[in-house]
């Protein structure tokens, strides 16, 4: 393993706070907090209980309250139910909560994230009068909103869905005036539509009226597991969002960093590098269990989240200046949920996840106007797609039947490997080595190999080879 690491870097030179039946005991033992990624994917918290009484913090006056609800506008003709989207990964979006369990941000996400087994854990206590707000765009239009009555998850010994209270009444609010009050079946788990719930942009608020308590009598948190506003907007881009989450109060709007082009040339080395030294990180995680020998371990699993998100996280933080669109694409790739274990599901989020950032930092050095950090990028992006090449075929190349096809393909996985060091010391004069290799149509191999080869020939270009 060590020496594969060595490998991949230099080629690239670069809780459940809702109660589970996992509590302890007694209320003021902790429990271990639950395994997850909450920066990325709004996993449940802990199981520890808060103290017994815990008061329930009181909910801020509605943002800008009017007598009554304005008019909605009527929607445009020529929009139908097949052209709304998930307004809340489509556009800029804000999400607040009245508390959150021990305070934390992640138990938000965890509303929004599109995983029904994670779940908005309040702070225990604060229950009737707990509430969630949503500022919407105002170029969108909600046609629709819809939400689960409680934390859908199974869990233990004890069901988190009917352990924990349910959300029975809700209150919808749109700039302080009053759109509808919407009951709901707490025995469906189903996410249930919010009836009359529908108008232009603004910032929307869910007060929780009416809760019913669960069969855990510990358990005092609203808990709420998913989320939906369905809508349309002229500037959605549909799942290439992830909304900004706050506890207690919205954040302020949204407002670009300055694009200080000075400062943005001064960090590309370092920072691209840094990128790419943690995407390579997280394919050599990913590559423990490559070659199908082995599942992933938890630690394994852990490891290539924490790299990717680094990578994908810093990626974002340096492209927003330059261009905030795409720096949110890379957000909601970051907060997305992935079935790591399967290889599949992995390549192919991979695959994606190098696609973005390569059109991401390619448009920071067009932007820059700067042949050498183009340059800096493409040697960076052509070291991580050959990673990926070479992993997939020193791993596959056991697998193969004997024969002229599988011989090929270890001689084949063989180069790959001594180009991998090459590459990472000589870019220059491994790329005709790596352009005289016959193309690698295999489905596993090909749009790797394509893309790899672009970045050779953009590097030409723009270092001047």
Partial sequence: MDVMRTVVVLSVLGAWACGSSEQPAEPSAPAAPAQGEPAAQGAPASAEPAPAEAPAPSAPAPSAPAPSAPAPSAPPDDIDETELVDLLRAVRVDVATSSAYQDRESQVRALVDDDLQTAWNSRTGDLEGAWIEVRIPSDARVFSMSMTAGFTRDGGETDLFTGNHRVSRVRVLRDGAELATVDLDVESRAAQVLDDVEGPGGVYR??????????NPRWREACVSELRILGHAPSALEGERTPRVAVGALPPPYVPPPADREAIASAHARTTQSIATAFADALLASAAADDGSRDLTESDVEDLRRE?????????????PVDADRAA?????????VAWTDLGVRRQTFAGDLDALGVALEAVGVWLGDDAARC????????LRLDRVATYMRGAAPHLDEGAPAARWGE???TLAELQEAWGRNARGAAPRIERVRRLDAPGVAP???ALLAQVALARTTCGW
């Fill in 206 to 215: 869910i007060e929780l009226v009416a809760l019913t308590p669960g069969t």
């Fill in 308 to 320: 990717r998100r680094a990578a994908l996280t810093r990626a974002a933080d340096y492209v927003e």
């Fill in 329 to 337: 694409g890379l957000r909601a790739r970051a907060s997305r949920a």
């Fill in 376 to 383: 800096r990028w493409a040697r960076l992006h052509a070291g």
């Fill in 412 to 414: 084949v996985a063989d």
């Fill in 448 to 450: 790797d190999w394509d």
